[in-house]
């Protein structure tokens, strides 16, 4: 058996004499002349456990694999306690990765993928690889082929991966994603048993409310760059400050300059959106103005998700963006 006490002390030993278990300098990732990470740069706290809150390809994956040596650098650095993870490779190691959509071998099966995955890092104790999809509920699909496996079951399946060891950093990225409730509160005992035990978690998350009692910071993401950090505070305090209605049009810096004139609102622009402060009635005008010079409309609404409404909040107004 896994000596327990010799696990949380070698994870308090790396981390005792660093403030900062990861620092993150001006990192930018680039493929085919395309940002994916843009000059990015953020410091976790010893014992800290932090958040990243963004929509699809806002560019959280992205840095997420480039954190965890998945990506190559263009630009910057990561260092992992104190050291460079492209001068010393090796440290990779310490972080496991789950990341959203799972990928493993459709043909093979649930335990022949996890058994070979860990085996893979180093390790090679097969009671393991049994006990940690016993406790993630899969004890029941061990000889099931991964074709054969519902969405969520593969999700529980990377997560009893990423678990199957005690890391210094733990990524998750979306890991409550198509879970059950019961499922979610079971996931949720086993970040903060392994943040008890001295693992440092990075949680990705498009919902704010879901990784609010996790997490103690925020790095909110949009268009492949980091646009803030803020604390539970902060958050809270950014969601209630206004009701921005939007539209999502496919030209928004043409349709939001035609609101600004001919209704003569503040307008802010957040990727195809175009947000301003309206009652139901007014934006609802709004909508039959443009679809009235030919504008095609995607969707209209109110925000009601927290993360939405600080994106909205920390979105500078179209004039201000314009100077």
């Not at 209704?263 to 679809?291: C, P, Q, S």
Request: hydrophobic share 40%.
């Amino acid at each position: 058996m896994i000596n327990q006490n010799l696990i949380e002390n070698e994870n308090n030993a790396q981390t005792e004499n660093v403030e900062n278990i990861l620092e993150v300098k001006n990192l930018t990732v680039m493929m085919r002349n395309m940002f994916l990470v843009k000059n990015v740069s953020f410091t976790m706290k010893n014992g800290e456990c932090l958040g990243i809150v963004g929509e699809n390809k806002s560019g959280k994956t992205s840095l997420i694999k480039a954190v965890s040596g998945g990506l190559p650098i263009s630009d910057g650095y990561v260092l992992l306690n104190g050291k460079d993870i492209t001068v010393f490779p090796e440290l990779v190691h310490k972080i496991n990765v789950c990341l959203d959509p799972p990928s493993f071998f459709r043909h093979q099966t649930v335990k022949s993928n996890l058994e070979y995955l860990y085996f893979l890092s180093g390790h090679s104790q097969k009671n393991k690889v049994i006990e940690i999809l016993k406790r993630f509920q899969l004890e029941k699909k061990i000889n099931t082929k991964v074709k054969d496996l519902s969405y969520f079951e593969k999700k529980l399946m990377s997560l009893a991966l990423a678990f199957i060891t005690k890391p210094t950093l733990l990524i998750l990225d979306e890991p409550f994603k198509t879970l059950p409730e019961d499922l979610v509160t079971m996931v949720k005992h086993y970040i903060n048993l392994v943040k008890q035990q001295g693992t440092h978690v990075i949680i990705c998350a498009h919902k704010l409310e879901q990784i609010q009692d996790l997490c103690d910071r925020y790095l909110f993401m949009a268009e492949r760059e980091l646009k803030d950090i803020l604390n539970n505070e902060q958050c809270n305090k950014l969601s209630q400050n206004q009701n921005f209605a939007f539209i999502w049009v496919k030209y928004p810096h043409y349709s939001g300059k035609l609101v600004m004139e001919n209704y003569g609102l503040k307008v802010k622009i957040l990727g195809h959106r175009i947000l301003f402060e309206a009652n139901e009635e007014l934006t609802a005008d709004i909508v039959r103005f443009l679809t009235q010079n030919k504008i095609s409309i995607h969707r209209a609404g109110y925000f009601n998700r927290k993360a939405e409404e600080i994106f909205a909040s920390l979105t500078p107004y179209f004039k201000e963006e314009r100077e």
